[in-house]
């Protein structure tokens, strides 16, 4: 069975609580709910992950390979504009990955523009709110489908 991590970073947690007119009103758990039900749906394997800790983050993706992931989504928040050690981790597993977004990074402050990961991820999903998961999601799952 194909696998799929789903990474958070900074913040992501305060989903709901935090500025609800960029982010919205639901919460990271809705979020993790609905990718585990769409991994359910399509047999696929789905693990969802969290932290503020960027060591924690490291940590998760240096484990993924010998967990079997096959491919990884990953809204970086912050991180996104800063993390060359989440940057290289990613690089070290090669397993592909997918950036998400919730907010448009490119439509906001000057900083936001600027992504570490952009450039590694086989592609970039921004600026439509909860929907950039579930997109980010149709695209592992065709990648996968694409892989077997």
């Known amino acids: 069975m194909s696998s799929i991590l789903l990474l958070n970073g900074p913040n992501l947690n305060l989903l709901g609580e935090r500025e609800p007119d960029i982010y919205g009103d639901f919460s990271l758990e809705d979020i993790e709910k609905t990718i585990e039900k769409l991994g359910k749906e399509n047999n696929i394997d789905t693990e969802c992950f969290q932290s503020n800790a960027e060591h924690e983050l490291v940590d998760k993706i240096h484990n993924a390979k010998s967990n ?42 000057e900083f936001r523009e600027k992504s570490y990961f952009s450039d590694i991820s086989l592609g970039v999903v921004s600026g439509f709110g909860k929907q950039s998961y579930l997109m980010a999601f149709q695209a592992a799952k065709n990648y996968l489908l694409r892989e077997d």
């Open 68 to 109: 079997g992931v096959k491919i990884i989504l990953f809204n970086p928040g912050a991180f996104t504009h800063s993390s060359i050690s989440l940057r290289d981790a990613i690089l070290g597993v090669n397993i592909p990955l997918i950036e998400i977004h919730l907010s448009n990074i490119y439509g906001r402050e």
